[in-house]
């Protein structure tokens, strides 16, 4: 069992910024991919980002490549996702996931663990 803690949402003006963090309870080393995916009100659950550890690889949506970068530090066992150049589209609530095994695309693979989501909002 994974336990994911994402914090770093709030309320933020179009064209700012905000870091959200997903802190894990076990080695990020031990996962294959962690990934940020978000659900707007009204739409589906969209994927973000994603890092794959071992291979340092990272894995973006491309509407929001250039804006929005994931990192990890496998000393807090924590994954980042810094969104700047915010745009009102982006309200949403940001999930981390986990996948332990499965080495396809991060946006095309199903998720073993989810955390509860941090609120964004971007005010016009």
């Known amino acids: 069992q994974v336990q994911l803690a994402e914090s770093g949402g709030g309320l933020v003006q179009a064209g700012g910024s905000l870091r959200l963090s997903c802190a894990a309870s076990?080695?990020?080393?031990?996962?294959?991919?962690v990934a940020w995916f978000r659900q707007a009100p009204g739409k589906e659950r969209s994927f973000v980002a994603a890092?794959?550890?071992?291979?340092?690889?990272?894995y973006y949506a491309d509407s929001l490549k250039g804006r929005f970068t994931i990192s990890g530090d496998k000393a807090k066992n924590s994954v980042n996702l810094q969104m700047n150049n915010l745009q009102t589209d982006d309200t949403a609530i940001y999930y981390c996931?986990?996948?332990?095994?499965?080495?396809?695309?991060?946006?095309?693979?199903?998720?073993?663990?989810w955390g509860q989501g941090t609120a964004v909002t971007v005010s016009s």
């Open positions: 076990v080695a990020i080393g031990s996962i294959n991919y």
């Open positions: 996931a986990v996948n332990r095994y499965d080495s396809r695309h991060p946006s095309q693979i199903q998720y073993d663990w």
């Open positions: 890092i794959r550890w071992g291979v340092e690889a990272t």
